[in-house]
Structures are given as C-alpha cells and as structure tokens.
C-alpha cells in the first residue's frame, strides 16, 4: 500500500434506551452508591423515543440526510424542532432502534452468552433479514437456533449469572458470564464487548456498502473504542479488530 486514501466514512448511531438505564456506567455506579437518587427517578422521563431520536435534527446530519449548513439554520433547542420527514437511513449510516441491536449481540456471539426469548428472536430475525445492508450476514442464521424460555432467562439474571436485556419494561433476553470467577469475563463486562463488537460490525457493514470497497481488499483494521477484551491475564489489554473483521 504505497498510497493510503481516505475512500469512504460511515456512522452508526444505536438507540438503546434500556441499555442506558440499566447497564450504563453512571448509572451502575450510581446505583450502587445511592439506589434511590433523584437522578435516577427522573432519568426514565427525561429518554427521547425512537422517533424523536431519529427526528432529531443534529441526528440527521450525522448519518448525512442534512448539511450542517441546514442544521444551523433550524431554531434552537433542536429537540423542539424536530425534522418532520426524518428517516433512519443516510448517506453515511443509520439510525438502529435497540432490538436490532440486541438481535446483532447473538449474531457477533461466538461463544453462546447471549440468550433471547423465543418469540423476540423470531420477531427480530425477521426485521434483520429484512434490512439493506445487514440482511446478507452470514450468521444471521443464529437467530434461528437455540431460542431461550422466559422461565431460563429469568432463572439467570435473579440469580445474578447474567445481564437482563429488556425492551421497554419486558425481559427478552440476557447475557450470560463467561467464566465463573475471573471478572474481566463477568456478564457485565461481556454485555459491554458484544455491544461494542456489534456496533462496530454495523458501521463496517455500512461503510463498504456506502464506499463500494469490497471488504477483501482490506488488509487490515485498526479499532478504537475505549473497551478493552481479554481474560485477567491480559488485563483487559485486547482490542476488537479481529473479531469485527
């Protein structure tokens, strides 16, 4: 590679309210600290839905769907002037309502933490399979394998084995733990790295389908996300690029 160019970008912006309540960094500390906070009673009320955040101008010129230009021309606050014909797609990406996303934790999965309802992974497999750029994954076929009993998930997450993944206030899935007592491998941390390992896959898919860049050709990824994977003996000291590649 005698001259290296910049041929193509691409976003992703992943809407996942529940994730934020429940598992976010402020709010597990928070949590922890002080259960019954101000901050966290009020968080709930304070979310945009789906179609507010797609709605939302400085959204829409994120994935490309607006110039800069109009955005400044658009009154302040933004989120009380909301683009009317706001659309998930863009230019340079999309906008993902959270069920994508926790379908795309079982497809990146390669060691069977991630577990989903019955019904909600048929449901999601559907909406995937459906979708312009992800639909031609290879293992998009996971999502018809090994679908999980409510009763199962439950027993897990009381039992403090694995992350609960709800979808509003309904249970549709968990993340298992990878190792029983090493904490680098806990189910928090790994709902954290399949988070990342998927959102990651879903903004390569977008830039080689928005670049034409066939993904053969790519020699080499460098990956940038303030996670970290790996067991206690690596102290946290991997990155993804392999495995989003």
Known sequence: MNYPVIKGASYALIHAPNLLLRQGTTQTTERLKNPNSEYLQKLPGKLRSFEEAVRYPANQVYIGNLLPDELAAIPKPWYENPVENGERQGKYGEIMPEEELLGMLKIVDAFDLVLLEESFQAAVKSKLAAHPVLGDLQDLRKLDRNPAGIDDIKKLVEAGLAEP????????????????????????????NLVNKASAVIGLKHLLAKSGLAAEEVDYIIECSEEACGDMTQSGGGKFAKAIG
């Open 165 to 192: 993944l709800y979808l509003s206030d309904e249970l549709v899935g968990c993340v298992k733990r990878a190792h029983e007592f090493d904490a680098a491998l806990s189910a928090h941390v790994m709902l954290e």
